[in-house]
T-cell receptor
Framework: NAGVTQTPKFQVLKTGQSMTLQCAQD?????MSWYRQDPGMGLRLIHY???????DQGEVPNGYNVSRSTTEDFPLRLLSAAPSQTSVYFC???????????FGQGTRLTVV | AQRVTQPEKLLSVFKGAPVELKCNYS??????LFWYVQYSRQRLQLLLR??SRESIKGFTADLNKGETSFHLKKPFAQEEDSAMYYC???????????FGTGTQLKVEL
């Protein structure tokens, strides 16, 4: 199993550009989520999903969209990138009934 | 709303010294608490969970509901323990993790 895979690992965007951060897991986990990691602020939940076709907002959802068309994939879309979205983004998955979260390796995004 | 507080951004100890990383939580329900660790250039991974009451890499953590705390302890720090440690609370029926702000542990020789 590859676990949770995120692409790309690094990205530089100009203000106003849009892009999609990819997240895929091959463990058949029901729950998936996106976090951003900022110095001094820990990990904050952006969006999460409890299954295909179901998504919900987390703590800091503004400026981001998600969809969950399959169990495996949970892409995060930045609609119009802003410098405040410069961060490291982590995707995670959890098997229903279990409690351990598995994380991707992260995507370091810089918006200039 | 739930909240996890880690008061120390940085904790620096000497090798062989005891370590205690503090974590306090606020949650109206029955808490499920975890410690996650991120070593340099690696992804976050689970270190331990309160429900297992286990010792991993010499670390232990006891849930104290009276003090709403879940401090991480190790009697003798090792150089390889240097990492970022996050305390986390699982809610939402098991699908939402709320993280603290993290504590960077630095073990000096």
């Amino acid at each position: 199993n590859a676990g949770v895979t995120q692409t790309p690992k690094f990205q530089v965007l100009k203000t106003g550009q849009s892009m999609t951060l990819q997240c895929a897991q091959d463990m058949n986990h029901e729950y998936m989520s996106w976090y951003r990691q900022d110095p001094g602020m820990g990990l904050r939940l952006i969006h999460y999903s409890v299954g295909a076709g179901i998504t919900d907002q987390g703590e800091v959802p503004n400026g981001y969209n998600v969809s969950r068309s399959t169990t495996e994939d949970f892409p995060l879309r930045l609609l119009s990138a802003a410098p405040s979205q410069t961060s490291v983004y982590f995707c995670a998955s959890i098997r229903q009934g279990n409690t351990e979260a598995f994380f991707g390796q992260g995507t370091r995004l810089t918006v200039v | 709303a739930q909240r996890v507080t880690q008061p120390e951004k940085l904790l620096s100890v000497f090798k062989g010294a005891p370590v205690e990383l503090k974590c306090n939580y606020s949650y109206s329900g029955s808490p499920e608490l975890f410690w996650y660790v991120q070593y340099s250039r690696q992804r976050l991974q689970l270190l331990l969970r309160h429900i297992s009451r286990e010792s991993i890499k010499g670390f232990t953590a006891d849930l104290n509901k009276g003090e709403t705390s879940f401090h991480l302890k190790k009697p003798f720090a090792q150089e390889e323990d240097s990492a970022m440690y996050y305390c986390a609370l699982l809610t939402g029926g098991g699908n939402k993790l709320t993280f603290g702000t993290g504590t960077q542990l630095k073990v000096e020789l």
